[in-house]
């Protein structure tokens, strides 16, 4: 197994993929303490030459597999398709590497628990590169709903679109790939819901409207025990939306940009109370380099780790309840005991 993260020698990230959001993370990984970007791999020699001399990466290399079987390369960011993140995050757990795996981790909860048994089995680390999580706003939002600001927490809803953010043989269209809005923006509002209940949801429906055989457009409405309930809008049909509202009997807790905090402005949330009385709160931060951190770091990821399992637990429910056009239970597997993330 090549070397684990510590405090002292910087983590090498080798990156799977040169696609849109690569150029993003590769900027953040290289603006992290303690980390270096050595390698990147495309399918494409040429591809990889170009974007390794871009971003100012040492070494450039043709597939996947070849970057893996690098003894300079601690950690993979893989930014792949859907389809194949649970097959390279196998193999690259089996190679020793430490993982940050876009989201949705998986395209079944079938695959994304193999992800964790082969980063069990090899003990490596591994995290979703779900980076609203890591925000310190998240888990200060988690701690109005669960200490009582709110009150009996009655619905949470969420809304996440961004209006067809498509290029050309886009993946986010593919069946085969792991394509539309339920996995790619539905990965988000049901991991909102999960996160804020801090339980999964016994029963779900949702509705699709397909483009191109994937959903374009999702709706959705979760059951939890206790009389909570969620529901979500998800899509490439209407603006950019990424906003959640949970409820409760004294008040709500509202943010308009959770998935990724609106550039160039405030990170911001809001408390609306029964009377009108409405508190902003303020918190900027790095969102990206504080998941970076955690990966690379000491502490437990279990609690991040169970969540992005119980996630694509429900996705799987919820995408069998638009095929049977029917409420289905949720077969939940993840202990209830497992703890919350609350970094
Ligand atoms: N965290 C976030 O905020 C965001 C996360 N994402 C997630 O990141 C992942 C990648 O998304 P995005 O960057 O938009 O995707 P792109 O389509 O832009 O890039 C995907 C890359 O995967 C590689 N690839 C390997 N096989 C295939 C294939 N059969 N078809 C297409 N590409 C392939 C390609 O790199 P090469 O040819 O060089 O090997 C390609 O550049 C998705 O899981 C998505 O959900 C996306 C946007 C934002
Ligand atoms: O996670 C994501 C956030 O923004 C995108 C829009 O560009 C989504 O489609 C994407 O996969």
């Given amino acids: 197994m090549t070397a684990s993260p ?40 040429e591809r990889a030459d170009w974007f390794a001399s871009q971003y100012g990466i040492p070494a450039a290399v043709e597939g996947y597999q070849a970057l893996l079987d690098r003894d300079d390369i601690d950690a993979v960011y893989l930014s792949l398709p859907p389809s194949l993140h649970a097959d390279w995050c196998v193999r690259a757990a089996e190679a020793g590497k430490h993982i940050l795996c876009e989201k949705p981790l998986a395209t079944s909860a079938d695959q994304a628990n193999q992800i964790a048994q082969a980063c069990q089995r090899f003990g490596v680390r591994w995290l979703d590169a779900t980076g609203w999580l890591h925000h310190r706003r998240t888990a200060a939002m988690r701690a109005l709903a669960s200490g009582g600001r709110l009150g009996r927490l009655g619905h949470i809803t969420a809304a996440v679109s961004f209006y067809r953010p498509f290029q050309s043989g886009e993946h986010r269209l593919d069946p085969e790939l792991g394509g539309g809005c339920l996995l790619d923006l539905g990965w988000y509002t049901a991991g ?65 940009d959770f998935t990724r905090p609106w550039a160039e402005r405030p990170t911001r949330f809001w408390v609306h109370d029964a009377n ?47 095929r049977l056009r029917q409420p289905v239970p949720v077969h939940a597997d993840v202990s209830p005991d497992a703890p919350s993330p609350s970094c």
């Fill in 192 to 256: 909102l819901a999960c996160y804020f209940a801090g339980r999964s949801p016994n029963r779900v429906f949702a509705d699709c409207i397909e483009e191109n055989g994937v959903p374009l457009r999702t709706n959705a409405m979760l059951w939890f025990d206790d009389d909570l309930t969620a529901s979500f809008s998800c899509g490439y049909d209407t603006a950019t939306r990424k906003w959640f509202e949970v409820a409760g009997s004294d008040a709500s807790v509202i943010c308009d």
């Fill in 6 to 45: 510590t405090d002292s020698a910087p983590t090498r990230f080798g990156v799977m993929g040169t696609g849109r959001i690569t150029r993003r993370l590769v900027a953040d990984l290289q603006s992290t303490d303690a980390v270096s970007v050595t390698a990147i791999a495309s399918r494409s020699q």
């Fill in 276 to 322: 009108g009385e409405v508190q902003a709160h303020e918190s900027s931060d790095r969102q990206e380099q504080r998941m970076i951190q955690a990966l690379i770091g000491q502490q437990p990821l279990e609690a991040f780790n169970q969540l992005a399992l119980q996630t694509q637990t429900v996705l799987d429910a919820l995408a069998e309840s638009a």
